[in-house]
């Protein structure tokens, strides 16, 4: 029998594989905020449902910008380079997920107290690692279309690899936030490293540019 992963390497994808991707992507992301609000109204988010909201947003944030990053590997591995194509959907969802765990914590949390948002930002380590995740995801979406890349040209790819720094902070936040069990934050971390590693020449040709435009000649 022929090894499938082979004869997946054979098999060039086309335009209609791609949108078959994105479909599915597009399904299972409705799917898990579907399951969201049945688990909202049938009071299935625990005994504090407002940490069970914050934290079923924030994983689920977590684990599509993940698998955002991974997609180039498995790509570069089975030589299906229009695999990539699917990149910016992830993308996408990885900051809605983001989105929908900030404004969690501004509606229920902080009651709109955008003072006092202001003030746990600075005071609390966790929550200043998050906010600077959150606005590298933030520049990631507004600049993910095709005008966006023409109009930065060379300096859209150096922005985009700010989301060597987002997915190393993002289960940072997580470690930090936890105040018992830190098992799963942890093998975030260690899922986080790997996935540099997949991308260590690509990090450390970006690296260095990030010293030199914050240290610019005199």
């Not at 799917?31 to 909201?53: H, R, T």
């Not at 989105?99 to 969690?104: E, Q």
């Not at 300096?155 to 190393?168: C, D, F, S």
């Amino acid at each position: 029998m022929q090894n499938p992963i082979l004869s997946l390497k054979k098999l060039k994808l086309k335009p209609g594989h791609i949108t078959v991707f994105k479909t599915v992507i597009h399904l299972v992301s409705l799917s898990f905020f579907a399951l969201l609000i049945f688990k909202v109204l049938s009071e299935q988010l625990g005994a504090d449902p407002v940490q069970g909201l914050s934290h079923f947003t924030g994983k689920a944030a977590l684990n599509t910008l993940f698998l955002t990053l991974l997609i180039s590997p498995i790509a570069k591995w089975w030589k299906q380079g229009a695999l990539v194509k699917v990149r910016r959907v992830l993308g996408l969802y990885s900051f809605f997920w983001a989105a929908t765990h900030l404004l969690v914590y501004i509606l229920l949390d902080l009651n709109l107290n955008w003072s006092l948002l202001a003030s746990e930002i600075a005071e609390r380590p966790y929550l200043t690692v998050g906010a600077v995740c959150w606005l590298i995801l933030f520049a990631l979406a507004v600049t993910s279309t095709q005008g966006m890349q023409r109009r930065l040209g060379k300096r859209w790819q150096q922005l985009h690899y700010w989301v060597y720094l987002a997915v190393i902070l993002a289960p940072v936040h997580y470690y930090w936030s936890v105040k018992s069990d830190i098992s799963e934050p942890a093998l975030y971390l260690i899922g986080a490293l790997i996935l540099l590693g997949f991308r260590r020449k690509t990090f450390k040709r970006w690296l260095p540019g990030v010293f030199t435009q914050a240290s610019p000649e005199t």
